[in-house]
């Protein structure tokens, strides 16, 4: 993966700039206390993230959890990434976007052969157990992600499907470690549903320690 120097965070320490690129996973170590920078370098480019406490893997991020103690189904600015143990993992400190999925979960060759008729190579669920792999998880140890810059609107009947991005070109996401913590992302290599606006795009992922 391509890496950069500096970031446009003025004082602060930068710990890793990476461009990860489209179709891409990626992970990273962050200290409680320091804080992940996701930036949506082109617009409309869902981002499938999840967390893992370092010290105690199995105690991951969980989305109904998220999403009772959020009392929403979308994640903003003030919000809470909360895991299975009802610990508070991340909070979202800045967000230029807005409404990020907590439901729709992530793409699979095999679900999307079900829905496309279609036979891939990758999706974001094998981009995560490659990734997890690097730390010594798996399968396993996946749950319902988040879905950053990805729009998932719900009608009055409680139908759900993913619409166009509201993100744009450098639209980004703060996030503050609330322990020590394990990332991992898939940058989405989706191309037949707008999750990844028809053709995946690269990403930048920044961790600093705030001035």
């Given at each position: ?10 004082g602060?320490a930068i710990?890793e700039?990476t461009v990860?690129?489209?179709g891409?996973?990626?992970?990273a170590?962050?200290?409680k ?9 082109e617009g409309r480019q ?5 967390c ?21 189904i979308y ?5 809470v990434?909360?895991?299975l143990r ?18 729709y979960?992530c ?7 079900v829905r ?7 999706g974001?669920?094998s ?8 730390h010594?998880?798996?399968e ?8 950053f810059?990805?729009?998932?609107p ?8 993913i619409?166009?991005?509201l993100?744009?070109?450098g ?13 991992v ?10 999750a ?8 930048r ?7």
């Amino acid at each position: 993966m391509a890496s950069a120097t500096g970031g446009p965070i003025p004082g602060a320490a930068i710990h890793e700039d990476t461009v990860v690129p489209a179709g891409e996973p990626w992970s990273a170590r962050i200290q409680k206390g320091d804080r992940l920078r996701l930036i949506d370098l082109e617009g409309r480019q869902a981002v499938d993230f999840l967390c893992y406490n370092a010290a105690d893997p199995a105690d991951r991020y969980n989305a109904a959890n998220t999403i009772k103690l959020n009392n929403n189904i979308y994640l903003g600015e003030g919000c809470v990434l909360w895991s299975l143990r009802a610990r508070k993992m991340m909070t979202i400190v800045e967000d230029t976007c807005g409404s990020h999925d907590t439901l729709y979960g992530c793409c699979s060759i095999e679900i999307d052969e079900v829905r496309f008729g279609k036979t891939k190579t990758r999706g974001c669920q094998s981009n995560f157990e490659a990734e997890l792999a690097k730390h010594g998880l798996g399968e396993k140890d996946m749950a319902a992600n988040v879905n950053f810059f990805m729009f998932v609107p719900v009608a009055a009947d409680g139908a759900v499907a993913i619409a166009e991005g509201l993100s744009k070109a450098g639209d980004y996401v703060d996030l503050r470690a609330e322990m020590d913590l394990l990332v991992v992302i898939s940058n989405c290599p989706e191309r037949d549903n707008p999750a990844a606006g028809g053709e995946p795009t690269p990403v930048r992922a920044i961790v600093y320690t705030p001035r």
